[in-house]
């Protein structure tokens, strides 16, 4: 009995290990830090349909730069509040090579819509309305606004569960940037 269950905790470590391959959500991350690149996964190769209909997102496509992925809705007032100001930092490190990506969740297209023209947001936005990407990314948990970084080499460097300020994710953008040998500026 005491051999049957050593080999089924190991068949069962086994099947664990495969798991932890990719990212699957822990703790959110201190605001200024980033996950130690030893103990950052892979995220999954996310994609969907754009806000405005014309065209798909992949993560895939923005291997080798730093992602930005704020997950939010319209009718969510942190959220709001907080893409004006992602909205600045874009416009300011977009040329460096840094992306950023709206994922617009649980909400209608039309608010959606209506609030991007309003911010006048220029970053890419995806429509997930039943919250499928942030399942697949590592089942994070629903609560909006959140935020997670993609390091150049695809992989979660930071989970924030938190409304946002530019100032906030500045120093986190620029850890990474110096990974892939640039700076933010």
């Known amino acids: 009995m005491l051999a049957l269950c050593a080999a089924a905790a190991v068949a069962l470590s086994g099947c664990s290990s495969g798991a ?41 496509q923005y291997r080798g730069h730093v992602v930005v992925l ?29 992306e950023f990506v709206g994922i617009d969740t649980k909400d209608s297209r039309s608010g959606a819509k209506a609030f991007v023209a309003q911010a006048h947001v220029r970053y890419p936005i995806v429509y997930d309305q039943e919250g499928q990407l942030q399942l697949r990314l590592g089942n994070i948990p629903g609560s909006l606004p959140f935020t997670v970084l993609i390091d150049p080499q695809g992989r979660v460097a930071a989970v924030y569960l938190d409304q946002l300020t530019s100032n906030d994710l500045i120093g986190p953008i620029r850890k990474l940037r110096a990974t892939q040998g640039g700076h933010a500026s």
Not at 38 to 49: H, I, N, T, V
Not at 79 to 96: G, N
Request: net charge positive; glycine share 8%.
């Open 20 to 60: 932890s391959r990719t990212f699957q959500f822990g703790n959110p991350t201190k605001l200024d830090t980033v996950i130690p690149v030893a103990d950052r996964k892979p995220a999954e190769p996310l994609s969907g349909q754009l806000l405005d209909g014309n065209g798909r997102f992949r993560l895939m």
């Open 70 to 98: 704020n997950f939010w809705a319209s009718w969510c007032p942190p959220c709001r509040a907080e893409i004006p100001q992602l909205e600045a930092l874009y416009q300011q490190l977009h040329p460096s090579g840094v």
